[in-house]
């Protein structure tokens, strides 16, 4: 494959040695276009019919874009349809402007200005390709050739535009694209834009829409800011234009080549939600906008109910989303490393005793509650997860906070599990096994009867007596003990029978919910020798909480394979 490449030129860069775009930072949002029903609507195996394009275009209106592309009514009777129905319907709301996209050719344009009529503002998109490649292989033809077309299309676009708004109540706006820009030599598609500046009579009060497009990406996004840059610059007429982007995806590097874009003087963008398009798709708007929001920047756009949009997306263009897919995708907030697990937890925890105003958790650049999403799905368990992941899920899930000595012990549970499975286990299958490990250990040593009352010790101490009756070893003893407390009372019953050799290490104790049906639990440690070993109980009293947890670490560390004493 190594001497394929040979038959590959690398693409010539333009010289701009005094760049000034790296310096400069992103702190305003663009003006945004969608043309998800153009651009993305011509790149779908299906093509959405009009009750799709009607439902997709209400969404855009939603997320609040306020430019959108809604065809190429010359194209097809489909496309023709939608926009009447948009006009017809009176869907189009007030403060958004309808994009239409058209060839430079006169019978495309007069079928487009027939599309339009009836609407209120109104944005004329048209283009014609500029490139060196282009020139010579598709159109035959030089400079002069293409620069006679781009003239033809704006003369005839500014006459019907100047003729339909003496009739009408209508507001048209021009949008002139230089089509396959990177890919045209920097100073001719300068001189071309401020050609057809002129032909369209636009000044600094009435702009004009001059569309830089990334037609397909040739080069590093570096150099695409570079060519926009130096455009900019050798334009004379750059006062009446306001530049706009419109990135494709060819190098998997759209969204940095928009970024880069913005800040060599792109002032508009367009592109698609998810990067819909030809190819490998345009610029990823809802990528683009949450980078901003992800700075601190509004971006002016609305995806704070992610898992709608996704679904008329996905309804709709009958393509979907993939799970890595950014701020996006069903995996995109779900750590599943160990490591990433523990600080995720150590982010939420910190946030939480500290009273931050910023989001400050590692891992997760953005609050996934910002876009509709839950805490829940953020730590999923498999055999890679870390100790502090099991532990997270029972937090966040069900509401057990385990002790940090304890996190290994239960990973390790998981692990295992996780292990024989052989494939990533649920939040509930996770809770299984703590009910399975902690809840449900009652051998060898089963807590039938119990009662704990208090007793006068003489001198002003008071006494804990703890009676009960004890099942091992298929039957029933009495057991009987008085301590400081219930727990060494308990202890102590404990060692009436034979039980001496465990030493209490740690506790902790907490309600699973709140209200008049909350319950305690209890997370006891022992040790017996060199062993440690936990043990949960849970119950209404907290003192039979901890009881029940003493003998839940008995009989784990016996199930074990420890001989009983």
């Known amino acids: 494959m190594h001497r394929s490449c040979k038959k590959y030129k690398a693409f010539p860069p333009p010289s701009l040695p005094d760049r000034t775009w790296p310096d400069k930072r992103l702190t305003k949002a663009p003006l945004w276009c969608s043309v998800d029903l153009r651009d993305g609507n011509q790149a779908l195996v299906n093509p959405m019919n009009l ?33 009447r129905a948009l006009i017809d319907q009176e869907l189009i709301p007030e403060d958004v402007t309808i994009q239409v996209l058209v060839q430079a050719r006169e019978h495309l344009i007069l079928k487009t200005f027939e599309a339009i009529k009836g609407a209120k503002n109104v944005i004329v998109h048209f283009y014609n390709s500029t490139s060196e490649l282009q020139r010579r292989v598709v159109f035959h033809t030089d400079v002069a050739g293409v620069t006679g077309i781009a003239l033809e299309g704006a003369r005839l676009i500014r006459r019907l535009s100047e003729e339909l708004m003496a009739r009408e109540d209508v507001n048209i706006r021009y949008e002139y694209s230089p089509e396959s820009f990177s890919g045209t030599e920097t100073e001719y598609a300068a001189a071309i834009c401020d050609r057809v500046l002129e032909a369209l009579g636009a000044t600094s009060d009435r702009k004009a829409i001059i569309n830089l497009p990334g037609t397909v990406e040739l080069s590093t996004p570096n150099v695409y ?32 080549a928009a970024e880069l874009g913005l800040l060599a003087g792109g002032e508009r963008l367009e592109g698609t939600l998810f990067g819909n398009g030809e190819r490998t798709g345009n610029a990823d708007i809802m990528n683009l906008a949450m980078n901003l929001y992800a700075q601190g920047v509004d971006p002016g756009l609305n995806f ?11 309804e709709c263009t009958q393509m979907k989303v993939p799970p890595r897919h950014p701020y996006a995708g069903d995996l995109v907030f779900t750590a599943f490393s160990g490591s990433h697990q523990d600080a995720i937890q150590k982010g939420v925890d910190y946030m939480a005793a500290h009273g931050s105003p910023y989001w400050e958790v590692p891992y997760l650049p953005i609050d996934p509650a910002d876009l509709g999403r839950q805490y829940e799905p953020i730590i999923r368990i498999n055999s890679q997860s870390g100790k502090g992941g099991a532990a997270f899920v029972m937090r966040q899930s069900f509401g057990y906070q385990l002790p940090r000595a304890m996190h290994p012990e239960f990973g390790a549970l998981i692990k295992e599990e996780c292990g024989r499975a052989g494939r990533e286990i649920s939040a509930q299958e996770v809770f299984a096994v703590f009910k399975r490990e902690y809840l449900d250990i009652h051998r060898p040593y089963n807590l039938l009867t119990y009662k704990i009352f208090a007793e006068d010790g003489g001198k002003g101490r008071v006494l804990v007596d703890f009676e009960g009756s004890l099942r091992f070893d298929h039957h029933t003893q009495p057991i009987s003990g008085k301590g400081n407390g219930p727990i060494d009372a308990f202890f102590n019953a404990l060692r009436s029978v034979g039980i001496p ?23 006891i440690q022992l040790r017996c020798g060199e062993e440690t070993v936990f043990g949960v109980g849970m119950d209404d009293n907290i003192s039979i909480a901890s009881i029940k947890g003493i003998l839940c670490a008995i009989n784990r560390h016996q199930r074990k394979g420890a001989k009983s004493p």
């Open 304 to 314: 704070s109910n992610m898992r709608h949009i996704r679904q008329v997306y996905e």
């Open 225 to 256: 800011a570079d060519q926009i840059e130096l455009c900019l610059r050798r334009m004379k007429r750059r006062d009446c234009a306001l530049i706009s982007l419109h990135p494709h995806n060819d190098r998997g590097t759209g969204t940095a």
């Open 51 to 83: 009750e799709q394009k009607l439902q997709f275009f209400q969404m855009l209106c939603k997320i609040g874009f306020k430019e959108i592309e809604v065809g190429f009514p010359s194209a097809s009777d489909t496309e023709y349809e939608t926009l």
């Open 501 to 523: 050799r465990y030493e209490f290490v740690s506790y902790s104790e907490h309600a699973v919910s709140g209200g008049a049906d909350s319950r305690a639990v209890s997370y």
